[in-house]
């Protein structure tokens, strides 16, 4: 929030905020509350030179709270004790070997890049996920937390109100399965106003090679792949 | 900050660039992490990354941190590290480092899947693991253009504003700031650690002159 009183117009702040939720209002800055995402971007960054810029009072009321948590990279997430939107997947999969070698791991990354999204077009996501017949969102990732019906992929109905400027959905399923959840994707990228990016990792074989199983799936549904990922360098171990 | 694989720009570009993640696993090695991780980090120093955070202080390299204050923060278990660098070579020397310290905790690549290919059969590493883009999907119409996410998918949790890039494509076009002061205070938003200021002002040198000004 912007203390009117403080503020005096300069606009300093206006531009650092990733949804453009910061407007003149007269001759003040001013904070549109339903459009906030709670980053906290301009408190960190935008250097108000009259310390006009506070948090809101009511950004850890529930479910308000869930736009910090989300949004914000450097708070702790309630549900998962860690920093970020998602969990560790592939960055770990060498020490914790949680995705087997047949497996791969989905993950979309909702309201990537910078734009956001609301929780009911979340849940459009999770719904079509739970319809294609996937009903376990990964435990450790605090979307799981947020899902009332596993069956349905309902997320509880408070919630729904809310945005989140990014989130991640992580499932993981056989590499059969890869195929029917990347054409469940593509359909449900026609249902929501915001967009999702779609990663899928797999265990590699030597020399980077990447199993043509895996790629012939993303290609069969008409997806394509960048030329940059992200690598496990494979250095990892578990010793607890 | 899985987002760092669908980092946009010519592939001239993200060749030039890899993000490098250091990250203890909750439940298989987050105990007695902490020392590991801070060597990891001193090991980096050498390699001389263009920018790097420990989550134990979120601020970048480029904040008035001194590399003291970053390696003295490292005292918490299951700190992870993000960092980038702008030259295959640099990075090279990082990953030979990491490799002969063995210290256990997962390292990940962002970068063009050749290059660390290439980099990986060099050095006799065995990857583990490839984490595939596959594109944007929905409403893509409503994004801010291709040249301003070059900047923008550069932060991973989307907190670099496009309207920011935009504001300082006009300040560096009016010459009221350098390139290099521009990318400065683009990287400060992204807490992660990996907005790349150095590619940042090729970028902004490169985009500028594709403006107009639309007020002074």
């Known amino acids: ?240 | 900050m899985t987002h760092s694989l669908h980092r946009e720009g010519s592939l001239e570009s993200l060749e030039r660039e890899y993000v490098l993640f250091i990250y203890p696993a909750r439940g298989f090695n987050y105990k007695g992490s902490a020392p590991k991780v801070r060597r990891m980090v001193e090991l980096l120093y050498q390699a001389g990354p263009v920018n790097m955070i420990p989550t134990s202080l979120r601020r970048n390299m480029y904040s008035g941190v001194t590399p003291e204050e970053i390696l003295d923060s490292i005292t918490v278990e299951g700190t992870r590290v993000y960092s980038v660098f702008n030259d295959r070579e640099k990075l090279k020397k990082a990953l030979i480092l990491l490799k002969k310290a063995d210290e256990g905790i997962s390292v990940m690549v962002s970068g063009v899947t050749d290059r660390v290919r290439e980099i990986a059969a060099e050095l006799g590493i065995e990857p583990h693991m490839v984490n595939l883009s596959l594109g944007i999907h929905g409403r893509t119409d409503r994004l801010a253009p291709a040249d301003i996410r070059e900047f923008t998918t550069m932060c991973g949790h989307g907190v670099v504003s496009p309207h920011l890039v935009k504001d300082m494509i006009r300040r560096v076009k009016a010459g009221k700031i350098s390139e290099w002061d521009a990318s400065v205070l683009l990287a400060e938003p992204c807490t992660c650690g990996i907005y790349n200021p150095c590619r940042s002002a090729e970028l902004l040198r490169e985009k500028a002159p594709l403006y107009t000004l639309d007020r002074w």
């Open chain 1, 1 to 240: 929030m912007i203390h009117t009183e403080k503020c005096i117009g300069c606009g300093r702040c206006q531009p650092y905020c990733p949804t453009a939720a910061i407007t003149y209002d007269g001759l003040k800055s001013r904070i549109d509350q339903d459009v906030c995402y709670e980053c906290s971007t301009c408190l960190r960054a935008a250097h108000c030179p009259v310390d006009a810029i506070a948090e809101s009072p009511n950004v850890y009321d529930y479910p308000r709270a869930l736009r910090r948590y989300f949004s914000d990279p450097s708070a702790t997430h309630a549900a998962t004790g860690i920093q970020g939107r998602g969990t560790e997947e592939s960055k770990t999969n060498d020490a914790t070997r949680r995705c087997g070698p047949n497996q791969v791991g989905v993950a979309v990354e909702i309201g990537r890049p910078t734009l956001g999204m609301s929780l009911l077009d979340v849940q459009k996501i999770t719904r079509a996920i739970a319809r294609a017949g996937i009903h376990k969102i990964e435990p450790h990732n605090p979307i799981h937390s947020m899902i009332a019906n596993e069956a349905t992929g309902d997320l509880k109905p408070e919630m729904l109100g809310e945005r989140v400027l990014s989130a991640i959905i992580e499932i993981q399923v056989e590499r059969d399965q890869l195929r029917g959840i990347l054409r469940t994707l593509k359909e449900v990228a026609k249902e929501v106003d915001s967009v999702f990016c779609v990663d899928a990792f797999t265990v590699v074989g030597p020399g980077l090679s990447i199993p043509e199983e895996v790629l012939e799936s993303i290609r069969a549904e008409g997806f394509t792949w960048r030329p940059n990922t992200k690598v496990n360098m494979g250095m990892g171990r578990a010793w607890e």
